[in-house]
């Protein structure tokens, strides 16, 4: 199983990036799967997912409304679209797979994790 996390990078508040996860070793419909998040100094926290088996979605409150999952399965990779971004946003950013992902719920327990894509918002 690998997870491949991409499309990370400068930008200024109030900018927008695109984040790509490419899975090899299962399809996306296996596992629920999503992003983590960590800041320097700070314990990571959840940001986003989407669950296996109806694409229910959860969204971290920090980022609700302006963030948003999804998946293409053809692609077999996942995108998290990050608009508004401010400088609070910094972090590395990890996509994950196979933990729990329910309306209202991310768990932490992960499985499988990609390696991080750094976002940097500084103007």
């Known amino acids: 199983v690998q997870l491949q996390a991409s499309g990370g990078g400068l930008v200024q508040p109030g900018g927008s990036l695109r984040l790509s996860c490419a899975v090899s070793g299962f399809t996306l419909g296996d596992y629920a799967i999503g992003w983590f998040r960590q800041a320097p100094g700070k314990a990571r926290e959840r940001v986003s997912c989407i669950s296996s088996n109806d694409g229910t979605t959860y969204y971290g409150d920090s980022v609700k409304g302006r963030f948003t999952i999804s998946r293409d399965d053809a692609k077999n990779t996942l995108y998290l679209q990050l608009n508004s971004l401010e400088p609070e946003d910094t972090a590395v950013y990890y996509c994950?797979?196979?933990?729990?992902?329910?309306?209202?719920?991310?768990?932490?327990?992960?499985?499988?994790w990609g390696q991080g894509t750094q976002v940097t918002v500084s103007s």
């Open positions: 994950a797979a196979d933990f729990v992902c329910l309306l209202g719920i991310m768990g932490t327990q992960v499985d499988y």
